[in-house]
């Protein structure tokens, strides 16, 4: 229960510090810092999203998995402006996993 309200905790922060319009800079010379602070609020995801992967194909695989997953693809969706498009579908998987883990338990 305490990854879940962790996780819960981690996806507000970054929905909150996430900003809500980017503008594009028009200039025709782009530093590497420019190109690192687009994606730094993706790279922290990533690495947990990696840090599963290696977890799950180590260990016997649960039904939990799905639903970590989930939760991580929902914050690298948050996290970059140009898959806002997906955040409500991995939402809804995210919410689908965690209503199989119900049903499971009850």
């Known amino acids: ?26 200039s025709t010379k782009v530093s590497t810092v420019d190109k690192l602070s687009q994606h730094s609020l993706v790279i922290l995801p990533v690495i947990v999203l990696s840090w599963i992967i290696i977890a799950i194909a180590s260990a016997p695989v649960t039904h939990f998995a799905g639903t970590a997953i989930g ?36």
Do not use: D, N, R
């Open 1 to 26: 229960m305490f990854w879940f309200i962790a996780a819960f905790v981690i996806a507000t922060v970054v929905f909150i510090i996430t900003p809500e319009k980017v503008t594009s800079h028009q």
């Open 71 to 106: 939760f991580v693809l929902t914050s690298c969706a948050i996290a970059l402006p140009s898959t806002h498009k997906y955040i409500a579908l991995l939402a809804s998987l995210t919410f689908a996993s965690l209503l199989i883990e119900l049903a499971l338990y009850l």
